[in-house]
């Protein structure tokens, strides 16, 4: 990695995957803006990454909202001047629940968090990235093995997962003639808050439950630190990170 200084925006960055991926990303050099709708959280990470000494910023945004989404980038620019890096990583997951009981709000707020949020986001970087000096920056997908195979009763997940894919594809062609990198982080089972039901048993294909590997969510940072640290003209267009046993590679 170079030494000049670089600016970062992590989506979701007040917990989980966010959180480890922030304070890594200081911990390489990047300057911080921290995202995500409850500003304590994101107050808890900006401590973390103090640690390491790095300017941060705490900006509390919905990434389903287009204002917010707009005022993240606006006070990012305002504040540091350029963009060098998004990590798109806000998500939720949602209930798993029968797709015939589904209601239509349930739907709509996952596909609007984890899909419609990450197009908002990576609109405002472009607009940034594009006419910057140095030009162009990367931007950093979080998919899921749930862009790859569903789990049971996850439609909105599972759908709104496998549309990052196509995302990240069409981001990374656009991005190309203004110097934008764009690749695609699919993580499997790391443990997070939203992991944790590994832990405990969840329900399998074949209709019984059970306690599933999980992986150590720092491993997922280092991933993150990697594909940020290439130079614009490489990419990783894609990089699977997940439990080596998870239930995924041998149908089961
Ligand atoms: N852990 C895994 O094994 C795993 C596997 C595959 C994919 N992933 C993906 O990794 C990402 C992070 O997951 P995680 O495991 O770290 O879970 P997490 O701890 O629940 O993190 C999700 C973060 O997203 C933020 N968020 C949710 N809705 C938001 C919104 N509308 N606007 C802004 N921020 C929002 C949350 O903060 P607020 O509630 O404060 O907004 C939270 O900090 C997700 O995209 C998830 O799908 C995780």
New binding site residues.
């Given amino acids: 990695m170079d030494s000049s200084p670089k600016i970062a925006i992590v989506?979701?960055?007040?917990?989980?995957?966010?959180r480890y991926v922030a304070v890594a990303l200081a911990q390489n050099g990047y300057s911080v803006v921290l995202?995500?709708?409850?500003k304590e959280?994101l107050e808890a990470t900006a401590l973390e990454v103090g640690q390491a000494n790095y300017q941060t910023l705490v900006v509390p945004?919905?990434?389903?909202d287009p204002s917010s989404v707009r005022e993240l980038f606006a006070k990012t620019k305002d504040a540091f001047g350029r963009l060098d890096l998004l990590f798109n990583?806000?998500?939720?997951?949602g209930r798993a629940m029968p797709l015939e009981d589904l209601t239509y709000e349930h739907w709509k707020s996952v596909v609007d968090?984890?899909l419609t949020?990450t197009f908002l986001c990576t609109q405002e970087a472009f607009k940034i990235m594009k006419i910057q000096e140095p030009r162009g920056g990367r931007i950093i997908n979080?998919g899921?093995?749930?862009a790859h195979s569903p789990r049971p009763n996850s439609a909105p997940y599972t759908a709104s997962?496998h549309a990052i894919t196509g995302l990240s594809k069409v981001t990374a062609l656009d991005g190309r003639k203004y110097d934008i990198a764009c690749g695609q982080i699919d993580?499997?089972?790391?443990s997070?808050?939203?992991?944790e039901r590994m832990k405990k048993g969840v329900p399998q294909a074949n209709g019984t439950i059970a306690v599933e590997p999980t992986m150590d969510p720092t491993d997922v940072a280092r991933a993150v630190v990697y594909m940020a640290s290439l130079p614009l003209d490489a990419n990783v267009q894609f990089m699977t990170v997940m439990a080596t046993k998870m239930p995924f590679i041998g149908r089961g």
């Fill in positions: 989506t979701g960055a007040g917990s989980g995957i966010g995202a995500g709708r409850r959280p945004s919905d990434v389903k990583n806000a998500g939720i997951s968090t984890n949020g979080n899921s093995i749930s997962k993580i499997g089972n790391a997070t808050e939203m992991a």
